[in-house]
T-cell receptor
Framework: EDQVTQSPEALRLQEGESSSLNCSYT??????LFWYRQDPGKGPEFLFT???AGEEKEKERLKATLTKKESFLHITAPKPEDSATYLC???????????FGKGITLSVRP | DTGVSQDPRHKITKRGQNVTFRCDPI?????LYWYRQTLGQGPEFLTY????????KSRLLSDRFSAERPKGSFSTLEIQRTEQGDSAMYLC????????????FGQGTRLTVV
């Protein structure tokens, strides 16, 4: 059974304090790894897709990387508006359904 | 592209009542998914449609749950004889055909069973 584990569960940062969020996975045949951002009471918002080990994607203060066992979401000089829950998900099998981790709740203090 | 739309946004119902949720996917997307999310958890897969065909259902989807996607457009998710354990956020997502591209989610329907 596919498993996705995210750590830490919660992270509190000072504005400008860079850090990384971890997503480790155990799957049979990774087709894609996805990062989403979710604000309270809202649906997940797509951030990145990574398909193969060594791949990196960047968007503003966020950078996602992928190895054969885990993915990292690096946040550089975060701002309070980056506060949200960050979800990692893997797609396996023919139907592209996603298996999600529990998410990491990020709080950035001004 | 107006995004994925879900209705209603919130629903409070009494235990034992039936409820129905609607999802309107992005127009050119032929793949549609339903997920359920409880507090402190990531979304869990419920069911998948490609066009009008329901191709996969999770073990989580008991006999009280049914989903349809007539004519491959909007989809409905019905829960019969609701139970308190059904309280959750129900999320719909749509995706373009072909490959493993990103799925776009709606804002969800928050169900509270009292």
């Amino acid at each position: 059974e596919d498993q996705v584990t995210q750590s830490p569960e919660a992270l509190r940062l000072q504005e400008g304090e860079s850090s990384s969020l971890n997503c480790s996975y155990t799957v049979s045949g990774l087709r894609g790894l996805f990062w989403y951002r979710q604000d309270p009471g809202k649906g997940p918002e797509f951030l990145f897709t990574l398909y193969s080990a060594g791949e990196e994607k960047e968007k503003e203060r966020l950078k996602a990387t992928l190895t054969k066992k885990e993915s990292f979401l690096h946040i550089t000089a975060p701002k309070p508006e980056d506060s949200a829950t960050y979800l990692c998900a893997v797609a396996t099998g023919a139907n592209s359904k996603l298996t999600f981790g529990k998410g990491i709740t990020l709080s950035v203090r001004p | 592209d107006t995004g994925v739309s879900q209705d209603p946004r919130h629903k409070i119902t009494k235990r034992g009542q039936n409820v129905t949720f609607r999802c309107d996917p992005i127009s050119e997307h032929n793949r549609l998914y339903w997920y359920r999310q409880t507090l402190g958890q990531g979304p869990e897969f419920l069911t998948y449609f490609q066009n009008e065909a329901q191709l996969e259902k999770s073990r989580l989807l008991s006999d009280r749950f049914s989903a349809e996607r007539p004519k491959g457009s909007f989809s409905t998710l019905e829960i019969q004889r609701t139970e308190q354990g059904d309280s959750a956020m129900y999320l719909c997502a749509s995706q373009r055909a072909g490959g493993y591209t990103e799925a776009f989610f709606g804002q969800g329907t928050r169900l509270t069973v009292v």
